[in-house]
Structure formats: structure tokens, C-alpha cells
């Protein structure tokens, strides 16, 4: 079993920032990509950052520049520092993780998501 739990979030004035936190836990073999998503209303889920094992990262076109990923490998737990944030940033965000568990089996993970509301 296998379970990701996201911490963080809430509410934020625009141009303020937001940490989100991702942990990771249970019978896990090995990590490979780790990642954050988010949902606005009404809207399809997109992808924001992706952080590689190597601590590699990408970012959407939304995000660069704004958005910090992170990961401690250690400690199995994926970061998500938000700054600069806009109104339009306001969705419920998700991590997720591709993850070897120790029977063997490669799939993809979600944590149960967390809102970020942005004011203006």
C-alpha cells in the first residue's frame, strides 16, 4: 500500500506566496518522477511542474518563473513553493509520483489535493 499525503495550501493575497508539501509513504520500492497538477473549476487538470529523481525539473508556461519544485529523496517528499501568485492560480492542486512499490509493480500515485484560493 501505498499513499500520498499533501499538506499546505489555502488562501493567499495576489503577488503572496504558498508552500505545498507532498510525503510519500508505505511498501515503496523506488521513486522516478514526481509531480504537481491542478484543477480550476470547470477546467481540465493540467500539468504545473515535474521534479525527475535527479532533481531535474520542468515547468508549464504558467508556472516558470513564479513556481519552485523540489523533492528531498531521503524522505521520500515532493515541494511546491508557489510566489508571485495571480488570481488564475486558484485551483485545487495535486502531487502525484511514479513509484516502483516493493512488489515489483510501477504505477502512479495521487495525493488527496489541497485548494489554493488567490484574492486580488
Known amino acids: 500500500q501505498v499513499e500520498l499525503v499533501q499538506a499546505g495550501g489555502g488562501w493567499a493575497q495576489a503577488g503572496g506566496a504558498r508552500r505545498l508539501s507532498c510525503a510519500a509513504s508505505g511498501s515503496i520500492f523506488r521513486i522516478n518522477d514526481m509531480g504537481w497538477y491542478r484543477q480550476a473549476p470547470g477546467m481540465q487538470r493540467e500539468l504545473v511542474a515535474t521534479?525527475?529523481?535527479?532533481?531535474?525539473?520542468n515547468y508549464s508556461g504558467s508556472a516558470k518563473g513564479r513556481f519552485t519544485g523540489s523533492r528531498e529523496n531521503n524522505k521520500n517528499m515532493v515541494y511546491l513553493q508557489m510566489t508571485s501568485l495571480e488570481p488564475e492560480d486558484t485551483a485545487v492542486y495535486l502531487c502525484n509520483a511514479f513509484i516502483r512499490t516493493s512488489g515489483g509493480v510501477w504505477r502512479t500515485y495521487w495525493g488527496q489535493g489541497t485548494q489554493v484560493t488567490v484574492s486580488s
Open positions: 521534479i525527475r529523481a535527479d532533481g531535474r525539473t
